[in-house]
């Protein structure tokens, strides 16, 4: 296990299933997590049911307010139909400095459609709604979309994917990509703008239907990139 001098990291949604394997996965590294759910009861069931599976590590349940106000990083894990709610929420709490991590996919499944289809959202993707509804100052970053839940959420199963960053500033992504490393197999590559976001989203819908047809949990790989992606 990592250094326990680990900052520690809110996670918006840690009782669905991206969330719950992003706490589970980071805890095993060190990091102490804070988990955040509309209601604090569910969250401290959570924190007990993650400690089950890293019985060392460090996990706390609250309201979501409370879980962003605990951490300088929030990763954003939910679906996209309480996304905005779920911000709106928060505007009193998350603080100009904090890195947002944006995992939301506007997928139709949201309003009743099918998972392999995409939403249309008037910004331009779920990561440009979260940085327009959330305080100035709060930096925005979109990554994860691509990542199996399932796969996260099963400690025994090995990862070898990579992760698709997109933001506005190059530091933000890197300090996203510098936590998101931290679990391994995973290797996070920069793909521009923040508005490139409404194409790393929109894969997450390719894949279940890959997924769907295959009975696998695919991932993303990219070739050819140098051995260095964060100089």
Do not use: C, H, I, T
């Given at each position: 296990m990592a250094s326990s001098d680990s900052k520690p990291v809110a996670i918006i949604g840690a009782s669905?299933?991206?969330g719950f394997g992003l706490a589970v996965r980071l805890a095993r590294t060190g990091v102490p997590i804070e988990i955040g759910s509309r209601d604090a009861g569910r969250a401290g069931e959570t924190a007990e049911r993650a400690r089950e599976q890293v019985p060392d590590g460090s996990f706390a349940g609250h309201d979501n307010a409370g879980a962003a106000a605990a951490a300088e990083v929030v990763i954003l894990s939910v679906p996209f139909r309480s996304q905005a709610e779920t911000l709106g929420n928060l505007k009193e709490t998350?603080?100009?400095?904090?890195?947002l991590i944006d995992a939301t996919v506007?997928?139709?499944a949201a309003v009743g459609g099918r998972a392999t289809r995409m939403l249309g959202v008037w910004q331009g993707s779920a990561a440009q709604q979260a940085l327009e509804m959330a305080p100035d100052g709060v930096r925005v970053v979109s990554a994860l979309h691509t990542?199996?839940?399932a796969s996260l959420s099963d400690l025994e199963h090995t990862?070898?994917?990579?992760?698709?960053v997109c933001?506005?500033?190059?530091d933000d992504k890197r300090e996203a990509a510098a936590l998101i490393e931290r679990i391994e197999g995973l290797r996070c590559v920069d793909c521009g703008r923040?508005?490139?976001a409404r194409t790393t989203e929109a894969l997450t819908a390719l894949l279940i239907a890959v997924n769907a047809r295959y009975k696998v949990h695919a991932g993303v790989s990219l070739s050819g990139l140098p051995e260095k992606l964060w100089e």
């Open positions: 669905g299933a991206l998350l603080r100009p400095g904090q890195l506007p997928l139709a990542v199996s839940a990862l070898d994917q990579d992760v698709l933001g506005d500033k190059r923040l508005e490139m």
